[in-house]
């Protein structure tokens, strides 16, 4: 069965770049079938579309994030990074690594996500 | 971007009680509708996709509809355990986009 592991810095100080990684297991990373999403939540609130990245390396952003945002993938090593630079308080948040089909764009499964505050 | 409009925001049931949440999204996505419930601490978990296709091992006292801007999703009998938040999510085009979800409470 495969599963997600978000990883990284659980706090960040304001400007500065928020890295987190997602580690891949009981499959592989490098299926055509799937993209590979962030995904993130607010405390409290409703779920945020990041950006997905295919295992060809072919990246989608979301257009309010694009300019900050930098999602790569290493196949060698099963995993997707995200990396998000000049953070501020609204950038605090649940962060999700999933999988989402390319052909039907369901998100399954999920990683526990792992919560990422934006403070000095 | 789609959006994808949810009501209600919150609803008050009891264990027993039919629950239906609308989905109504700003333009035709067809069927492309998937439905998640999430519980507190938890990540969301997919339980409908195509709009009315259940995710294997979810309960039959789910169901979805709709297709194009209007969609529902309907349990049939309340359990305990269906107590949590809902989104649903456009898969017609990027972005996809997220519902702002609806709170399942008990009453």
């Known amino acids: 069965q495969m599963q997600l592991q978000e990883s990284g810095p659980g706090l960040v100080k304001p400007s500065e770049t928020l890295s987190l990684t997602c580690s891949v297991t009981?499959?592989?990373?490098?299926?055509?079938?799937?993209?590979w999403d962030w995904i993130r939540q607010p405390p409290g609130k409703g779920l945020e579309w990041i950006g997905s990245?295919?295992?060809?390396?072919?990246?989608y952003y979301n257009a309010s994030l694009k300019s900050r945002l930098t999602i790569s993938v290493d196949t060698s090593k099963n995993q997707v990074s995200l990396s998000l630079t000049s953070v501020a308080a609204a950038d605090t948040a649940l962060y999700y690594c999933?999988?989402?089909?390319?052909?039907?764009?369901?998100?399954?499964?999920w990683g526990q996500g792992t919560l990422v505050i934006v403070s000095s | 971007d789609i959006q994808m409009t949810q009501s209600p925001s919150s609803v008050s049931a009891s264990v027993g009680d039919r629950v239906t949440i609308t989905c109504r999204a700003s333009?035709?996505?067809?069927?492309?509708l998937a439905w998640y419930q999430q519980k507190p601490g938890k990540a969301p978990k997919l339980l409908i996709y195509?709009?009315?296709t259940l995710q294997g091992g979810v309960p039959s006292r789910f169901s979805g509809s709709g297709s194009g801007t209007d969609f529902t999703l309907t349990i049939s009998s309340l359990q305990p355990e269906d107590f949590a938040t809902y989104y649903c999510?456009?898969?017609?085009?990027?972005?996809?986009?997220f519902g702002q979800g609806t709170r399942l409470e008990i009453k």
């Open positions: 333009q035709g996505i067809s069927r492309w």
């Open positions: 999510q456009q898969a017609n085009s990027f972005p996809i986009t």
């Open positions: 009981g499959g592989s990373i490098s299926s055509p079938s799937y993209y």
């Open positions: 999933a999988r989402r089909g390319v052909a039907a764009g369901w998100v399954d499964p």
């Open positions: 990245i295919h295992y060809s390396g072919n990246t």
């Open positions: 195509t709009a009315s």
